[in-house]
């Protein structure tokens, strides 16, 4: 049974970190591309980033490019969001996925995990 568990949520104030993390079980981690997205309240699930299998390549939303940062460690079958500058704009429920392989889309990912929430206060 594939699980995809996400920590590391929370509040923090504007300009403040946080770091996400996804791990990963039942399935072999280092052959999908992983992905986060996140959904706020009353919105439509949006795409954040996206890694491919060897952690060699990645792709951001326009909306955290230069602020977020996607990582892997296919040792440990975990990704990471590392989240600077946080913006009110960035509260959500961030979820990881996997499979994708660079699709912005949800519907090209194959798994999901629950999600963990970010709040940003102004």
């Known amino acids: 049974q594939v699980q995809l568990v996400e920590s590391g949520g929370g509040l923090v104030q504007a300009g403040g970190s946080l770091r996400l993390s996804c791990a990963a079980s039942g399935l072999t981690f280092s052959v999908y591309a992983m992905g986060w997205f996140r959904q706020a309240s009353g919105k439509e699930r949006e795409f954040v980033a996206t890694?491919?299998?060897?952690?060699?390549?990645?792709s951001y939303a326009d909306s955290v490019k230069g602020r977020f940062t996607i990582s892997r460690d296919n040792t440990k079958n975990t990704v990471s969001l590392q989240m600077n500058s946080l913006k009110p704009e960035d509260t959500a429920v961030y979820s990881c996925?996997?499979?994708?392989?660079?699709?912005?889309?949800?519907?090209?990912?194959?798994?999901w995990g629950q999600g963990t929430q970010v709040t940003v206060s102004s």
């Open positions: 996925a996997a499979g994708g392989w660079g699709a912005v889309v949800p519907n090209e990912y194959h798994y």
């Open positions: 890694i491919n299998q060897s952690g060699g390549w990645t």
